[in-house]
């Protein structure tokens, strides 16, 4: 597999649109596209942003970012925890 093209103005790779992807996967995709380096804590705010805090348990966030990486594979990508945030790369 090709690795994917990378962006010039901020070194990440181009991120193709992942079909079937649920509101909460296409969140969390979206946020790391938008701001790599996002941490899982911030991620958790911005996808179940109410009162409530979202689910109780802490790992539910990478429940969804391992089931966001099997569809991201398919491209030749995946996220990874780097430097306490979520990036994008490409698989090798």
């Known amino acids: 597999m090709t690795d994917p093209p990378i962006c010039p103005c901020c070194g990440q ?3 193709p649109p992942v079909p ?3 509101p909460i996967k296409q969140r969390i995709l979206d946020a790391v596209k938008r701001r790599p380096g996002t941490s899982a ?3 958790r705010a911005i996808v179940w942003d109410d ?4 689910p109780e ?4 966030i990478f429940v969804h970012i391992s089931q ?3 569809s991201l594979a398919l491209h030749g990508l995946t996220m990874r925890s780097e430097a306490g945030g979520y990036q994008i790369r490409g698989v090798r």
Do not use: A, F, Q, Y
Request: hydrophobic fraction near 25%.
């Open 51 to 54: 009162p409530s805090g979202g």
């Open 13 to 15: 790779p181009i991120v």
């Open 68 to 70: 966001l990486n099997r």
């Open 41 to 43: 804590e911030e991620l």
């Open 57 to 60: 348990c802490r790992h539910t």
């Open 20 to 22: 079937d992807l649920t």
